[in-house]
């Protein structure tokens, strides 16, 4: 189960952040609640951090060790983003 989702780039700060409003706006859309969303840097993204990561194609190789992760092609893409969570969630 699904109760907390980290984004993560490379400083924490600015696409993180970001992505984390866009991860907020979708889950509620496709009516799933309950789940914490943070963002951060890579750096933070351990195993015990968070149940979901999402992050950028550029930072897939720093995040393949952790078990379930949502890799970006495009971190604007609201569509793609959707689409990943919904097989997540299976909504």
Known sequence: MIRSIMCCCGSGLGSSMIVRMN????????????????????????ENAADLFVVGKDLGNF???LPRVIILDNIMDKNELEQKLRAEFGK
């Open 23 to 46: 991860v907020e706006k979708t889950l509620q859309k496709i009516g799933v609640s309950g789940v914490s969303v943070t963002h951060s840097s890579v750096s933070d993204a351990t």
């Open 63 to 65: 995040v393949k060790q």
